[in-house]
């Protein structure tokens, strides 16, 4: 793994912390452990993983790609992170994202961008970039990344690789540094479907340190990879392949399912009417949760303090102002004016509305298919710099990935094919906690 970085990572740059020490000395551990037969050896056993820069790691920096917590030392594993660790793999180290990981290109990291394998003069998308980058260029088996509108799925499609973002809940988001708390869930981005299962099989499951995490018993991912898929229900939402979609994506989609046809599933369109709510809607929300949850960072509790302070209101002031980007700026100006008295009512309880007729829309597509299909973002990635200027184009990027974040429900996104020799994604969605009719669907599909 470290051979492979050093060949290519001053190329990706998809590291923002290497922890070399470390993990070869856990790996060493792991070894003795084996040999001493103190510990069998599980599916798992010593792969290299990386860890988006979000996720707190004992004892190894985790910066969110911001300027503010460039020294910060977390005293604590997320949980993800221990349960990795009792799965036997070795973290090599935490990859680089969208600062607080609001974006979808990598270029609002405070440190440098992260560039696709595929091609150099591409985002690998976001924001856990750093992450499908990561395993995209082999650099790593596999990667965490976190998903709050789309940041594993659309990078996944961007770098040609596996991107699941679970059911809300299903994963414990303790140790995840809360973007929008009511949104963010933690998945992997793998080579492959199998190790997508392999992956949630090892992170997913109840913990009573995270609030929302939802108590019940886990199936066997791995033997859902049945490849059997006859007579499933495909529906496709009219919506997703209409307008502001790329006409060489939406071929790649359809050819996607002749294939799911050819295996005895059966698709229909379908239609999900308020898809075009919400993007407006989840900005609203998203920013709203940021600005109430990024209240935290104030120069005194974590991370850095400005040294231009000279009382306790340039404390917040100035260490806020140096410390943030400006996306983060943006988003925290958005969420601030949405939640002050006099436009909560018309803002974000409206948007709390918008909310459940979106997940109704899928309530209502379920009781008739077992999963919707439909591209995992509306273009294959694009050249850095082309969106960076724009932020209104970019947040077009996530128009399909959106709705099912706002809906809690488990999402795939799957390689399917090559426009202008950049890698497509096909998105998969499920029911709430069938992650594994997803994974079953995506796996005969691969
Ligand atoms: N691109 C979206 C945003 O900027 C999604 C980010 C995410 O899922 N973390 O908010």
New binding site residues.
């Given amino acids: 793994s470290y051979t492979r970085i050093q060949q290519v990572d001053n190329k990706v740059r998809a590291f923002l912390t290497l922890d070399e020490e470390n993990a070869r000395q856990a790996a060493a551990q792991l070894d003795k452990q084996l040999a001493s037969g103190g510990a069998a050896r599980g599916a798992l056993f010593g792969l290299p993983v990386g860890i988006k820069d979000n996720l707190v790691t004992e004892g190894l920096r985790t910066t969110c790609a911001s300027k503010f917590l460039s020294n910060y030392m977390p005293i604590y594993d997320a949980t993800v992170v221990s349960k990795l660790k009792d799965a036997q793999t070795v973290t090599i180290g935490k990859l680089n994202m ?1 600062e607080f ?4 290109s990598n270029e609002n990291s405070a440190y440098h961008p992260t560039h696709n394998p595929w091609n150099t003069d591409y985002v690998p998308g ?2 856990s970039g750093g992450s499908a980058a990561a395993v995209a260029a082999g650099e790593v088996y596999f990667a965490l990344g ?6 594993i799925r ?1 990078p996944a499609a961007y770098c040609g690789i596996v991107g699941l973002k679970p059911t809300y809940g299903l994963v414990s988001r303790y140790g995840l540094v809360a ?1 929008a708390s009511s949104l963010d869930q933690i998945g992997p981005l793998t080579k492959n479907v199998e190790d997508a299962a392999y992956a949630l099989q090892a992170i997913a499951g109840y913990d009573p340190k995270d609030s929302t995490s939802a108590n019940v018993a886990l199936p066997d991912y791995l033997s859902a990879l049945t490849g059997d898929v006859k007579g499933l229900r495909i529906g496709v939402p009219k919506e997703y392949l209409g307008k502001g979609i790329d006409p060489a994506v939406k071929e790649k989609v359809l050819e996607a399912l002749k294939v799911l046809e050819s295996q005895g599933a059966v698709w229909e369109e379908v239609t999900l009417p308020h898809s075009e709510y919400a993007v407006a809607t ?2 609203l929300l ?1 920013s709203s949760e940021a600005s109430s949850n990024l209240a935290r960072f104030d120069g005194i509790r974590y991370g850095v303090r400005s040294d231009n302070a000279n009382n306790l209101l340039d404390v917040y002031n100035l260490s806020r102002s140096e410390g943030f980007g400006p996306e983060v700026k943006r988003r925290i100006m958005l969420g601030t004016y949405a939640l002050s008295s006099g436009y909560y009512d018309a803002y974000y309880k409206k948007a709390q509305q918008v909310r459940t007729l979106i997940k109704q829309d899928f309530d209502q597509v379920f009781a008739n298919y077992d999963v919707i299909i439909g591209p995992t973002a509306p273009t294959p990635a694009f050249k850095i710099g082309a969106q960076s200027s724009d932020p209104l184009t ?2 077009l ?2 128009i399909m ?1 959106i709705p099912v ?1 706002l809906a809690g429900i488990p999402a795939i996104s799957v390689p399917c094919g090559f426009v202008n020799d950049m890698p497509v994604g096909l998105q998969i969605i499920g029911k709430a906690l069938d992650e594994a009719t997803v994974l079953r669907v995506a796996h005969a599909f691969e």
């Fill in positions: 969208d990981a609001m974006g979808g976001g924001s976190s998903d709050t509108g789309g940041s659309q973007f989840y900005y998203a970019m947040y990027n996530d990935t974040s």
